[in-house]
């Protein structure tokens, strides 16, 4: 028999099977979950009393108790979140280190909040839509943030009114195919040291333009 103390990280995947989430609270040692394709699952806050430090949902139901998980470290949701902003939604006093929102994740809080995620260091976007100056004035009162990821999507056809985000050392490019709009991302960047560009699966370029708009910086090319 398994031993619920054992289980530190669990994935469900494609499991129309999974429905309250609440049975999982045995499993005390439970610090990392990640929900894909199981949309009838309900009742997060089920999970409130167990050490949980990672969630990774897409597809997954209902996220109308996320809020109640205040032991988080790292959030990954790419699906609508519940609300009109992020605090809404997100457990306002979560230690959150890193959070990625992709997909619809904010189609309708928008980034409203986010700068109420004092601990975040890392962040990563890759909306559906792109995002405003509202936006982006959120990101940039992060006290803490060090790490940028945003999805190329964003930078075609420019990426918007980008505030300048000086507490950024270090960004990186997903899903980049070597023609987007990369040239303002150095005077909204002015401190950035590392320059990762992660290809979209067979995309092949000269990164040297790229490179030369990034004299102070290490500029890595991840090919897929």
Excluded: K
């Excluded at 320059?195 to 090919?223: N, Q, W, Y």
């Amino acid at each position: 028999m398994l031993d619920p103390d054992a289980v530190r990280e669990l994935a469900l995947t494609d499991n129309p099977e999974v429905a309250d989430l609440a049975e999982l609270s045995p499993l005390r040692s439970l610090r990392r979950l990640q929900l894909v394709g199981c949309r009838a699952a309900r009742g997060l806050g089920g999970l409130a009393g167990l050490p949980l430090e990672e969630l990774l949902s897409r597809r997954a139901g209902d996220l109308s108790a996320l809020r109640e998980l205040e032991s988080l470290t790292l959030l990954s949701v790419a699906q609508e979140l519940p609300g009109r902003r992020l605090t809404d939604a997100l457990p306002r006093s979560a230690p959150f280190d890193f959070l990625y929102l992709g997909h619809t994740a904010i189609d309708r809080t928008g980034l409203r909040d986010l700068s109420h995620g004092a601990t975040l260091r890392r962040l990563s976007l890759a909306p559906a839509a792109p995002l405003d100056a509202q936006d982006w004035a959120e990101v940039a009162r992060l006290p803490l943030l060090t790490e940028l990821r945003l999805d190329a999507a964003l930078l075609r056809g420019g990426l918007g009114p980008v505030t300048v985000l000086p507490g950024v050392t270090e960004l990186h490019v997903a899903t980049f195919e070597g023609g987007e709009d990369v040239s303002t991302l150095p005077a909204r960047l002015p401190h950035v040291r590392r320059v990762f560009l992660h290809t979209a699966p067979g995309a092949r370029f000269d990164p040297a333009p790229c490179i030369g708009l990034f004299p102070d910086a290490d500029v890595v090319l991840d090919e897929r």
